[in-house]
Structure formats: structure tokens, C-alpha cells
């Protein structure tokens, strides 16, 4: 129903900045939260940013300040800009929708993209 493309992880020192985007395609519809999650080895799956459809956006402490969340309803993308970042950011990336639509409601996930981070 929906397919997540994620580009943009890669290799970046410490301070560097990556952008990451996930585009959505199939029945996702307006209503949707929009985010990134990440899942370090041995680590739990954590929350890093969301976005909604209109635009209210939530990140955990340990990236705030430093990462952006944004998205383009009109393309079904979402995009993390991360700036200044950090070692402790070394982790797969996931990209998710949550569609809210009443009546087909869905949780969707992309296939992760490797950010690490090292000098």
C-alpha cells in the first residue's frame, strides 16, 4: 500500500551534516505523521524527530538543536537535515508514516539507512 524510499546516510566526521529523505508513494493520504527513528546495535529503537500534516514537529532531547525535520506534503517526502553531529548519532536510520485516516489506518517503515558518524 505504501513504499518508503530513504537516500542520503553515508560516512560523515564528527560536526558534519547529512540530509536524509524518505519519499513516500501509494495511499498515504494527507493525514499522516511523518518521521525518523533510529536503531543503534544493542540499542533499543529510538525516537529521533516526527512531523505532522500540519506541521508540528517533535525531537528527543539528544537531537535537538542540531537536527531539523521538515516535509513537503505535495511530494510525500520527509527530510532530517542533521547538523554538529556526534558520534552517539551512529545508528540505522528509519523513516516512518503513520497514516490517520479513519477508515484505513496504517504504520509504515522504510528499509533504514547507515549513518555513521567518525573521524
Known amino acids: 500500500q505504501v513504499q518508503l524510499e530513504e537516500s542520503g546516510g553515508g560516512l560523515v566526521q564528527p560536526g558534519g551534516s547529512l540530509r536524509l529523505s524518505c519519499a513516500a508513494s501509494?495511499?498515504?493520504?494527507?493525514?499522516?505523521?511523518m518521521g525518523w527513528y533510529r536503531q543503534a546495535p544493542g540499542q533499543q529503537r529510538e525516537l529521533v524527530a516526527t512531523?505532522?500534516?500540519?506541521?508540528?514537529?517533535n525531537y528527543a532531547d539528544s537531537v535537538r538543536g542540531r537536527f531539523t525535520i521538515a516535509r513537503d506534503n505535495a511530494k510525500n517526502t520527509v527530510y532530517l537535515q542533521m547538523n554538529s553531529l556526534k558520534p552517539e548519532d551512529t545508528a540505522v536510520y528509519y523513516c516512518?508514516?503513520?497514516?490517520?485516516?479513519?477508515?484505513?489506518?496504517?504504520?509504515?517503515w522504510g528499509q533504514g539507512t547507515q549513518v555513521t558518524v567518525s573521524s
Open positions: 501509494g495511499s498515504v493520504f494527507g493525514a499522516n505523521v
Open positions: 512531523i505532522t500534516s500540519g506541521g508540528f514537529t
Open positions: 516512518n508514516v503513520r497514516r490517520q485516516r479513519v477508515a484505513l489506518p496504517g504504520d509504515y
